[in-house]
């Protein structure tokens, strides 16, 4: 998966901590607060991010009604996918993705590894 660009990232942000559909008049209003940007640029690129399957789009009155496909973490777990996909020895760079992680984070994997083994167990 190829990593979001600067804007592409900064719209999917919007998307993210909204939770909900939006316009490309509301994220470039909101864009605006912060810094100048042109309603045509960001009007490209979400489309480009539709056509990327980033968003699904619906008509709402004459305006498009955009939402995220993938959640912010979908999206984490991807990159982090890739990175290990990069290595030629898996498990040594999860170990030293690990030790890189804080006690707290460390936790939460141990977490995630037994839900994911249940589940595993139950499913079979």
Request: aromatic share 8%.
């Amino acid at each position: 998966m190829r990593r979001l660009g600067d804007l592409e990232a900064e719209i999917m942000d919007r998307f993210w901590t909204w939770n909900r559909p939006a316009t490309v008049r509301e994220i470039v209003d909101d864009i605006n607060t912060t810094r100048p940007v042109a309603y045509t640029t960001v009007m490209t690129v979400t489309n480009i991010l539709y056509g990327k399957g980033w968003l699904l789009r619906g008509k709402h009155g004459r305006a498009w009604l955009y939402s995220p496909v993938r959640s912010r973490e979908a999206y984490a777990a991807a990159l982090m996918e890739d990175g290990l996909g990069e290595s030629k020895d898996r498990p040594a760079a999860l170990v030293a993705f690990v030790e890189n992680m804080s006690e707290e984070e460390q936790a939460a994997l141990r977490k995630a590894l037994r839900n994911v083994s249940r589940q595993a167990q139950a499913d079979s």
